[in-house]
């Protein structure tokens, strides 16, 4: 794990706390498509962010492997990569490593050694220990105890690709325009409150769940608090960082469905509870009595993808951007609309989602975009 106190901003930029740009692209049917009108989409945001991050997730990417967790890992050096995989084969059966392909590309500097191996759980699993339990400790142990390795991506058929450039650097870096996925997620960062580095950059990851974020959380401490008591390792002293981690203990572990998780993010004002049902108002208070460490306060704008699904969600009063936008099978999340019609000028529709409604995108014949609002 890299220090990040030696790292610091080598352009002195002051905070921009409006910018970032965020992306999604999904075909709800499971058709997969090439990465470059995303690429060009989140191009197009250019401005809202300063250079110091960009990424990319993408879902059905590795069908070739679709039982085994693609881990991507980055290493500062040659000794953190010989330990790393001395590690993982006392924990894991290789069915394949190779060093993730990378091209020159402008703008990006000094890149760390970047390798994927294809994975599943060794011997040392123990008995009545869930495959995916094991592989969160796992990376938590890397991320943790072995200094120069840091484990970015580990879910099955999907991947991360991110660093310190544009994304359309990181792109043109990780030739991401020849790979193929059902499900895109993109980032453009201007960091806030963290040191730029590779592995600082969205999307953040845990098993298959990604998270890319345009915003602020006042209640990081809070929230990190929380899940560190619950075994997550927060070390990368980022808001979104939490999120991630939250939304896998919630929907993973505690089997929330996503219409529950947005009322724990972003919860109704209490005068809105009061004029809910007198169910609604049971459930409400319950969540806010169980959950009130995983409160997100402060303005946000976060999608959520895991296998099947893309959800787009704002704070509860939408201090930071969400277009929404359709056509046929295809599904859009944007910071600006402008980013969607780009792409897809002649859209079926679009809307701009109430603050705290989570827009959702599923595998479904019907139904495959629902809103919550009302909930």
Same mark, same amino acid.
């Given at each position: 794990?890299?220090?990040?106190?030696?790292?610091?901003?080598?352009?002195?930029?002051?905070?921009?706390?409006?910018?970032?740009?965020?992306?999604?692209?999904?075909?709800?049917?499971g058709k997969r498509f090439s990465g470059d009108r995303v690429i060009k989409a989140i191009r197009n945001m250019h401005v809202r962010g300063n250079g110091l991050g960009g990424g990319f997730a993408i879902y059905g990417i590795y069908p070739n492997y679709p039982e085994h967790y693609a881990f991507h890992i980055m290493y500062e050096h040659a000794a953190a990569?010989?330990?790393?995989?001395?590690?993982?084969?006392?924990?894991?059966?290789?069915?394949?490593?190779?060093?993730?392909?990378?091209?020159?590309?402008?703008?990006?500097?000094?890149?760390?050694?970047?390798?994927?191996?294809?994975?599943?759980?060794?011997?040392?699993?123990?008995?009545?220990?869930?495959?995916?339990?094991?592989?969160?400790?796992?990376?938590?142990?890397?991320?943790?105890?072995?200094?120069?390795?840091?484990?970015?991506?580990?879910?099955?058929?999907?991947?991360?690709?991110?660093g310190v450039g544009y994304p359309e650097n990181i792109a043109e870096y990780f030739g991401l325009a020849d790979y193929e996925g059902y499900l895109w997620t993109a980032h453009g960062r201007f960091p806030t409150n963290t040191h730029a580095w590779w592995g600082g950059a969205h999307p953040f990851n845990i098993l298959d769940w990604t998270v890319v974020h345009?915003?602020?959380?006042?209640?990081?401490?809070?929230?990190?608090?929380?899940?560190?008591?619950?075994?997550?390792?927060?070390?990368?002293?980022?808001?979104?960082?939490?999120?991630?981690?939250?939304?896998?203990?919630?929907?993973?572990?505690?089997?929330?469905?996503?219409?529950?998780?947005?009322?724990?993010?972003?919860?109704?004002?209490?005068?809105?509870? +009061?004029?809910?049902?007198?169910?609604?108002?049971?459930?409400?208070? !319950?969540? $806010?009595? *169980?959950? %009130?460490? =995983?409160?997100?306060?402060?303005?946000?704008?976060?999608?959520?993808?895991?296998?099947?699904?893309?959800?787009?969600?704002?704070?509860?009063?939408?201090?930071?951007?969400?277009?929404?936008?359709? +056509?046929?099978?295809?599904?859009?999340?944007?910071?600006?609309?402008? !980013?969607? $019609?780009? *792409?897809? %000028?002649? =859209?079926?529709?679009?809307?701009?989602?109430?603050?705290?409604?989570?827009?959702?995108?599923?595998?479904?014949?019907?139904?495959?975009?629902?809103?919550?609002?009302?909930?």
């Amino acid at each position: 794990m890299k220090n990040l106190e030696t790292i610091q901003n080598p352009y002195n930029d002051d905070k921009v706390m409006a910018a970032c740009s965020i992306f999604g692209a999904m075909d709800r049917s499971g058709k997969r498509f090439s990465g470059d009108r995303v690429i060009k989409a989140i191009r197009n945001m250019h401005v809202r962010g300063n250079g110091l991050g960009g990424g990319f997730a993408i879902y059905g990417i590795y069908p070739n492997y679709p039982e085994h967790y693609a881990f991507h890992i980055m290493y500062e050096h040659a000794a953190a990569k010989e330990e790393t995989e001395a590690f993982l084969s006392e924990h894991f059966r290789w069915e394949r490593a190779e060093e993730i392909p990378h091209y020159p590309a402008r703008r990006i500097s000094n890149p760390p050694i970047v390798w994927r191996y294809f994975l599943t759980p060794g011997n040392t699993k123990p008995e009545g220990k869930s495959d995916d339990d094991f592989v969160v400790e796992r990376v938590m142990e890397i991320n943790t105890r072995i200094d120069g390795a840091f484990v970015f991506s580990s879910g099955k058929n999907m991947g991360v690709f991110k660093g310190v450039g544009y994304p359309e650097n990181i792109a043109e870096y990780f030739g991401l325009a020849d790979y193929e996925g059902y499900l895109w997620t993109a980032h453009g960062r201007f960091p806030t409150n963290t040191h730029a580095w590779w592995g600082g950059a969205h999307p953040f990851n845990i098993l298959d769940w990604t998270v890319v974020h345009n915003g602020e959380l006042s209640s990081y401490g809070t929230n990190r608090r929380y899940l560190e008591e619950r075994g997550y390792a927060c070390t990368m002293h980022t808001d979104t960082e939490v999120i991630a981690y939250a939304v896998d203990l919630l929907m993973r572990k505690h089997g929330l469905p996503i219409e529950i998780v947005a009322k724990i993010f972003a919860p109704p004002f209490w005068d809105q509870i +009061k004029r809910l049902s007198k169910a609604e108002q049971e459930l409400m208070r !319950a969540l $806010r009595q *169980i959950y %009130p460490s =995983l409160l997100l306060n402060g303005p946000f704008t976060i999608i959520i993808a895991h296998q099947g699904e893309m959800i787009g969600l704002t704070d509860r009063i939408r201090l930071r951007p969400l277009t929404v936008g359709e +056509k046929g099978n295809l599904l859009y999340l944007s910071s600006e609309e402008s !980013a969607i $019609r780009l *792409i897809e %000028p002649d =859209l079926e529709k679009a809307w701009i989602p109430s603050g705290g409604e989570p827009v959702i995108g599923r595998f479904e014949a019907k139904a495959s975009v629902e809103s919550t609002a009302g909930m």
